[in-house]
């Protein structure tokens, strides 16, 4: 089991930005994409950005133009720089890895269900 630690989160203004990290305790060959998911308090989690293995990035239309994933693979580093924040951007943070089973990579990148290791979270709180 892959270990994740997410960093970086606070207290911000509107307009304000923010960069999150990601840490993973190790590689693996199985893993298919790497994702950053949200959850505001009364809300389902949601997907807001992911990577797959080919460095192909996708983001959620409602942060698109603003927030940016990207990886290190030497650190074994995922991040978020995200830029323009918004008061609907609060919420706490996850980063999420999902492997190939069967050799598939299964569910779309920013479905959270075939994720399967997960951080513990980091507060993101924008305010006026």
């Known amino acids: 089991q892959v270990q994740l630690v997410e960093s970086g989160g606070g207290s911000v203004q509107t307009g304000g930005s923010l960069r999150l990290s990601c840490a993973l305790s190790r590689y693996t060959s199985s893993r298919c994409s790497l994702g950053w998911f949200r959850q505001a308090p009364g809300k389902e989690r949601e997907g807001v950005a992911a990577i797959d293995s080919a460095g192909r990035a996708t983001e959620a239309d409602s942060v698109k133009g603003r927030f940016t994933i990207s990886q290190d693979n030497a650190k074994n580093t995922l991040y978020l720089q995200m830029n323009s924040l918004k008061f609907e951007d609060t919420a706490m943070y996850y980063c999420?890895?999902?492997?190939?089973?069967?050799?598939?990579?299964?569910?779309?990148?920013?479905?959270?269900?075939?994720?399967?290791?997960w951080g513990q979270g980091t507060q993101v709180t924008v305010s006026s």
């Open positions: 999420a890895t999902k492997s190939r089973s069967f050799g598939i990579c299964r569910g779309g990148p920013l479905e959270r269900y075939e994720y399967t290791s």
